[in-house]
Structure formats: structure tokens, C-alpha cells
């Protein structure tokens, strides 16, 4: 088969690219390793910068998250027994939308079938060929029978795991990652949320964060070593620890029930350099990941698409490469300061192994200068609601 842009990966990179390329009349396949059903089956961060809430709008799948979606206007931040408010609507003028990413993808992926654009689930041995010539194709199969796709470009999308960034040869690739020692266990319970605003809290026994997905469905998440296993923590215990974590008042509103998915994960910070070879664009997760503190994952990915979707719109429409000519480095740009931001965020608030007195009184002197400044507010809500693309 041909197409204009093969897509490589159906998670919400991939299959925003996808419907803002068709919105435009440009095509493209996208090919899928799992089944839709597995891929809705994940659970990740749901806090919507207003970036990826105009991309949403402009591939015309915003209704659902506009009408189901929270607009949260700051943000709660708890440490030593204290919790204050850094107002983003104030700082910033800008929102966050709580909206889990199970659902954007639900919505995309509806978009994508309503629009007659092709998927192939379920693809295997995916291969990218010539990536570096004017006319790449990607070779797979699905449930065994062979296929090829000829295309003016590739967007790989498909993750941490994917094919895509090792598509780049080792000589001009370079990789920058560092490993935090710790995880996040973290677990989902049709309860109401503790807060009406998320609470991100620090305290000795580790970090904690309360959030969201809808009036009855809380995500909840405790620090936690490395070498435990979900099932190591039964439900009470989970709790338990939690309510240790964050402060009183809080602990004593929170209404507990059974979890209803339970899952450890690790915290990493990567990024692969450059983004782009020949007409290969890695998008998201393939070309970099953040640790969870500040939700920036989904969001990073949503600037990247936001970069190559203009690139390849002024490609077909202009004739014009400058966009896609650029697209690497103006991505690498914003993704650099998502990765401080999130390094920073998470420096902040969890207990690492050998940290000293000292570095314990920084780490203090730092969450009370947070408080207590509003420049620093205003620095830490630019962020969080998003940097500008
Ligand atoms: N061929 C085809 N598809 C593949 C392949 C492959 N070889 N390898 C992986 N995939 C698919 C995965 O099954 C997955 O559905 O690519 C998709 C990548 O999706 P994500 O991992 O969700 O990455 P991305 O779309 O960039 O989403 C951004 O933001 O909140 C963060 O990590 C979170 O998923 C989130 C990400
Ligand atoms: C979540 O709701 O899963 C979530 C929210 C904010 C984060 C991370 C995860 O920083």
C-alpha cells in the first residue's frame, strides 16, 4: 500500500498526528503493535496542558474532553504537615484540564474510525527501510501475512519500546538518561477525589500525590522502593501509607475502597538526540521520557506533534521544508526544559537513599522559597500549565 505519512505506534502520538494530518487532506497509516483494547487499557497521567487541549480542538476532538474534562486552577503542594495553593489562573492566566489519557486515546481513536483512516493492529516485525532516502517504507505483518508500506515519510511514534529511535544509527545518535532509585505505586479505586485539586505532597516517609479522574474515580500514588512488588501491598496498606504521607486534614477526608488496578513503575528521565533522520521524526515517548512528578509525559509528546504536524502541513500545502528542516531542534528545545522541569519537581518533593542533613535542609529551603515567593510560583505555573511552543 502507499500512503503520505506512515505513523508508527497508535498512543496518543500517533493518533493525534494522524487526525491533524487528515483534518488537512494529508494520509496516513498507522500501524499498531497491540490491540485497541490494550492500548486502552493503560493507565497514565491525565493533567492536559492547554497546548494539547487547543490540538485536541483543532483535530475537532475536543467536545468530550471539554464536557467530562475538570479545569483545575492550581494546584496543592504539602510538606511537613503544611499545604499551600499555587494559584496557575493567577500566575499564568491558564488552566490544566484533568482528562485521563485513556480517554483522549479512546476519543482519537473514534476520530480515526469515523474518518475511514486506516490502522493495522496488531502489526509484527515492523521495520523501517531508507529511512534516510527520498523514499522510506515500512515492512510488517499482521497475523502473518506480509506488508509494505511506501510513503513520503515516517513519524515513529511508538514509544520507549519501539522500533523507531533504534531505526538512527548509533553513530549519530546519542542518548542522555538518568535513573531515579525509586518507583510510584500507584493505584486507581472508584472513589470521590480527596481534593478538588491535585495534591502533590513531601514528607518523610516519601512522596505522595492524590489525583484524579472523575467525580468517583481517584488515582492515587506513594514513592516506593524499587524491589517491591504490587502485590507486596495489599489495599490497606496502601492507605495506610498514604494517609501518613499527606497531611491530616486530608488523611481523615479521604474515603478508601478497593483498588481497582494496582501497578509499580519506575521513574526515568531520557532523551534521544536528534529527533529526526532523513524522513524519520521520532514523536513522544520514542524520543524521550519524563518521571511522572508534573504530568509532563503526554504533554511533551503533544508539543512534539504539535512541531511535526506544522512541518509536514507546510510540506504538502507550501512546499516549504523550513518547518520540518527545523523540527528536531525546535523540539529538543521545549523537551529539554519539560525534562528539568520534571527532574526538578521530582528532586523536590521525594526522599532519595544517602540524602544528607544537608541536603535534607535544601530540599526544605526550596519548598518554602516555593511558598513563600511568588516569582518562583509564577516559574513553577508556567510549567506546569506549559511552556509556550
Ligand atoms: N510497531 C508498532 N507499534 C508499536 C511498536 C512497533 N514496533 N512498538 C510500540 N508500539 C506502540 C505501542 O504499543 C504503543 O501503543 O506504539 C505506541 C506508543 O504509545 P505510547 O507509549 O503511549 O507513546 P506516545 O504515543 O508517544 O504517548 C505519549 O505520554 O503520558 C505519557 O508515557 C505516556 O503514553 C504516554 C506518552
Ligand atoms: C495522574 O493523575 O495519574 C497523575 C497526575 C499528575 C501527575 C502524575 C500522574 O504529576
Redesign the pocket.
Given at each position: 500500500m502507499r500512503t503520505q505519512v506512515a505513523i508508527i505506534g497508535g498512543g496518543p502520538s500517533g493518533l493525534l498526528l494522524g487526525q491533524l494530518l487528515h483534518r488537512q487532506g494529508i494520509d496516513s497509516v498507522v500501524v499498531e503493535r497491540k490491540t485497541r483494547d490494550h492500548v486502552l487499557g493503560r493507565i497514565r497521567?491525565?493533567?492536559l496542558e492547554t497546548g494539547l487541549v487547543h490540538l485536541m480542538e483543532q483535530a475537532g476532538v475536543a467536545d468530550r474532553l471539554h464536557a467530562e474534562g475538570f479545569v483545575h486552577d492550581g494546584t496543592r503542594i504539602a510538606f511537613a504537615g503544611d499545604m499551600f495553593h499555587v494559584d496557575f489562573r493567577a500566575l499564568t492566566g491558564k488552566p490544566v484540564i484533568v482528562y485521563g489519557q485513556t480517554e483522549l486515546t479512546r476519543d482519537l481513536y473514534d476520530a480515526r474510525r469515523a474518518a475511514g483512516a486506516p490502522i493495522l493492529f496488531e502489526a509484527e516485525q515492523v521495520v523501517i527501510h531508507d529511512a534516510d532516502s527520498a523514499h522510506p517504507h515500512v515492512t510488517l505483518s499482521v497475523h502473518g501475512a506480509p506488508v509494505r508500506i511506501d510513503c513520503d515519510f515516517v513519524a515513529g511514534c511508538d514509544g520507549f519500546h519501539g522500533v523507531s529511535r533504534e531505526t538512527i544509527p548509533l553513530s549519530v545518535r546519542r542518548e542522555y538518561e538518568k535513573t531515579y532509585p525509586f518507583g510510584w505505586l500507584g493505584v486507581l479505586s472508584e472513589t470521590p477525589p480527596v481534593d478538588d485539586e491535585?495534591i502533590y505532597a513531601s514528607s518523610p516517609r516519601g512522596f505522595a500525590?492524590c489525583?484524579m479522574r472523575n467525580r468517583n474515580l481517584s488515582?492515587y500514588y506513594i514513592q516506593c522502593a524499587l524491589s517491591d512488588h504490587p502485590q507486596d501491598w495489599t489495599d490497606a496498606a496502601f492507605w495506610q501509607e498514604l494517609k501518613r504521607r499527606i497531611p491530616h486534614e486530608a488523611a481523615e477526608r479521604l474515603v478508601t475502597g478497593p483498588a481497582i488496578e494496582k501497578s509499580i513503575a519506575p521513574l526515568r528521565s531520557f532523551v534521544t538526540e536528534p529527533m529526526r533522520w532523513g524522513r524519520l521524526f521520532l514523536c513522544g515517548d520514542a524520543a524521550h521520557i519524563v518521571p511522572?512528578?508534573?504530568?509532563k509525559g503526554l504533554n511533551t509528546a503533544a508539543s512534539d506533534v504539535h512541531y511535526l504536524y506544522h512541518g509536514l502541513r507546510d510540506h504538502y500545502r507550501d512546499g516549504d521544508d523550513d518547518a520540518l528542516d527545523r523540527y528536531s531542534e525546535r523540539a529538543l528545545l521545549r523537551v529539554w526544559k519539560a525534562e528539568r522541569f520534571s527532574w526538578w519537581f521530582s528532586s523536590l518533593l521525594h526522599r532519595y537513599p544517602y540524602q544528607s542533613e544537608f541536603d535534607l535542609k535544601m530540599q526544605a529551603a526550596e519548598i518554602s522559597f516555593l511558598r513563600d515567593n511568588e516569582a518562583q510560583q509564577r516559574a513553577f505555573a508556567e510549567n506546569y500549565v506549559g511552556l509556550p511552543y
Open positions: 497521567a491525565g493533567v491535585l500525590l489525583s488515582r511522572p512528578t508534573g504530568a
